[in-house]
């Protein structure tokens, strides 16, 4: 018989940006709100790499119970027994190191996508999880959507007949004066010292889409790495600003489209006047996602029988109204939670083995281009006193 009292995580967060701030203040919102009533959350401590202060702050703001502690090192946190899974949301130039760290202290780990800066570090990242017997999980929360939960459904339902093609395109209109972009050249956007540029920050979205609809839908035993076809501008500072891919899965006559830039934008207005850019198409109809690909708001279904007029479906990210706040990054902390309960070590929603997959068509882009990063970021040999797990220069 199953419990009625909800099985109860307590989290651990390492970094203090605006990413740890949204995604803390979803971990506190009361379930109820989106009507999960099985799991639930605690943020037990908080960590900066600069100072307990800042922890301290953090936790202030975002309004954590006062007994939630505060560290001003990620050393301290990963050691705190009172933690059960760590939240990783450092810039994904810090991923890797920040996520060995954690895991080799026995901590499972959610960590913020991009995974990491290569295909060699997920690898490294995956192999000491399954080694360790702990649960490790790349936090897309895009896929953890009901509206993403739905699009799969339709893909797996046949709805559409076979999915041929999907295009998919995550771009913000940053273009300024004399070739510049809108972001200061220290700038992780734009910083290659931060694993900066469009890809590995915007354009993992797109192929968020094309993976779930392409690749995450075929059959377990027919799954295919698509071959892969890049074009990369890079700006002044080595990171890429316009990246566009074409994923090819020949056994599954299938083409994703991959678009990202620091240039254009997807909605130059924010309104959705540009339209759907998401589309994905079968040979009975396509789904447009309608909204930003990493917080997407509608889905449109345009069938050969439509005449006319697309099945339009709305979806919303339900708000804790005592606290006044949902952002929607809380579904895939409920995944991690339920995942934790049943023992499972990897999401079925995202395995490990996507997550390699992804970031190989990740690895070969950047190739293609010509995009390098500093070793310190890139290596695949765990530094526990590496200057991105002690925050020292």
Same mark, same amino acid.
């Given at each position: 018989?199953?419990?009625?009292?909800?099985?109860?995580?307590?989290?651990?967060?390492?970094?203090?940006?605006?990413?740890?701030?949204?995604?803390?203040?979803?971990?506190?919102?009361?379930?109820?709100?989106?009507?999960?009533?099985?799991?639930?959350?605690?943020?037990?401590?908080?960590?900066?790499?600069?100072?307990? $202060?800042?922890?301290?702050?953090?936790?202030?703001?975002?309004?954590?119970?006062?007994?939630?502690?505060?560290?001003?090192?990620?050393?301290?946190?990963?050691?705190?027994? $009172?933690?059960?899974?760590?939240?990783?949301?450092?810039?994904?130039?810090?991923?890797?190191?920040?996520?060995?760290?954690?895991?080799?202290?026995?901590?499972?780990?959610?960590?913020?996508?991009?995974?990491?800066?290569?295909?060699?570090?997920?690898?490294?990242?995956?192999?000491?999880?399954?080694?360790?017997?702990?649960?490790?999980?790349?936090?897309?929360?895009?896929?953890?959507?009901?509206?993403?939960?739905?699009?799969?459904?339709?893909?797996?339902?046949?709805?559409?007949?076979?999915?041929?093609?999907?295009?998919?395109?995550?771009?913000?209109?940053?273009?300024?004066?004399?070739?510049?972009?809108?972001?200061?050249?220290?700038?992780?956007?734009?910083?290659?010292?931060?694993?900066?540029?469009?890809?590995?920050?915007?354009?993992?979205?797109?192929?968020?889409?094309?993976?779930?609809?392409?690749?995450?839908?075929?059959?377990?035993?027919?799954?295919?790495?698509?071959?892969?076809?890049?074009?990369?501008?890079?700006?002044?500072?080595?990171?890429?600003?316009?990246?566009?891919?074409?994923?090819?899965?020949?056994?599954?006559?299938?083409?994703?489209?991959?678009?990202?830039?620091?240039?254009?934008?997807?909605?130059?207005?924010?309104?959705?006047?540009?339209?759907?850019?998401?589309?994905?198409?079968?040979?009975?109809?396509?789904?447009?996602?309608?909204?930003?690909?990493?917080?997407?708001?509608?889905?449109?279904?345009?069938?050969?029988?439509?005449?006319?007029?697309?099945?339009?479906? $709305?979806?919303?990210?339900?708000?804790?109204?005592?606290?006044?706040?949902?952002?929607?990054?809380?579904?895939?902390?409920?995944?991690?939670?339920?995942?934790?309960?049943?023992?499972?070590?990897?999401?079925?929603?995202?395995?490990?083995?996507?997550?390699?997959?992804?970031?190989?068509?990740?690895?070969?882009?950047?190739?293609?281009?010509?995009?390098?990063?500093?070793?310190?970021?890139?290596? $695949?040999?765990?530094?526990?006193?590496?200057?991105?797990?002690?925050?020292?220069?």
């Amino acid at each position: 018989m199953a419990s009625s009292t909800p099985y109860t995580v307590r989290w651990g967060i390492l970094a203090t940006g605006w990413i740890a701030e949204t995604f803390t203040k979803d971990l506190l919102t009361n379930p109820a709100s989106r009507d999960v009533h099985d799991v639930r959350h605690e943020v037990v401590a908080v960590s900066s790499s600069s100072s307990k $202060d800042r922890a301290a702050d953090f936790i202030k703001q975002v309004n954590a119970p006062s007994t939630t502690k505060a560290y001003g090192s990620y050393h301290e946190l990963v050691a705190d027994p $009172d933690v059960d899974i760590i939240y990783v949301a450092t810039p994904h130039s810090h991923h890797f190191q920040n996520a060995m760290l954690a895991l080799t202290a026995g901590k499972n780990v959610l960590c913020e996508k991009s995974l990491t800066v290569t295909a060699a570090q997920t690898r490294k990242l995956i192999e000491t999880a399954r080694s360790k017997n702990l649960f490790f999980m790349e936090a897309v929360w895009t896929r953890y959507f009901p509206l993403s939960i739905k699009v799969r459904e339709l893909i797996t339902s046949g709805a559409l007949g076979n999915v041929y093609r999907t295009i998919a395109d995550l771009s913000v209109g940053r273009d300024a004066p004399e070739g510049k972009i809108d972001f200061p050249d220290s700038n992780r956007m734009v910083n290659a010292d931060l694993a900066g540029g469009a890809l590995l920050d915007l354009g993992i979205y797109a192929l968020t889409w094309v993976f779930q609809s392409l690749y995450h839908t075929q059959p377990e035993e027919e799954k295919e790495a698509p071959n892969v076809i890049a074009a990369v501008n890079k700006y002044h500072t080595g990171a890429d600003e316009t990246t566009s891919i074409i994923l090819q899965f020949p056994k599954h006559k299938s083409h994703g489209i991959a678009l990202t830039s620091l240039r254009v934008a997807s909605e130059p207005d924010n309104k959705d006047t540009a339209g759907a850019s998401i589309r994905i198409q079968g040979g009975l109809g396509e789904i447009q996602v309608v909204g930003p690909a990493y917080r997407p708001h509608q889905l449109r279904i345009i069938t050969k029988e439509s005449d006319g007029k697309a099945e339009v479906i $709305d979806f919303t990210i339900p708000k804790d109204k005592e606290r006044d706040w949902g952002h929607g990054m809380f579904w895939e902390a409920d995944e991690a939670a339920r995942c934790l309960r049943d023992g499972q070590k990897q999401s079925k929603t995202l395995p490990w083995s996507e997550s390699i997959v992804i970031m190989e068509v990740m690895d070969e882009t950047l190739r293609q281009g010509g995009v390098t990063y500093p070793e310190v970021i890139s290596t $695949d040999v765990f530094d526990p006193q590496s200057p991105l797990n002690t925050g020292k220069r």
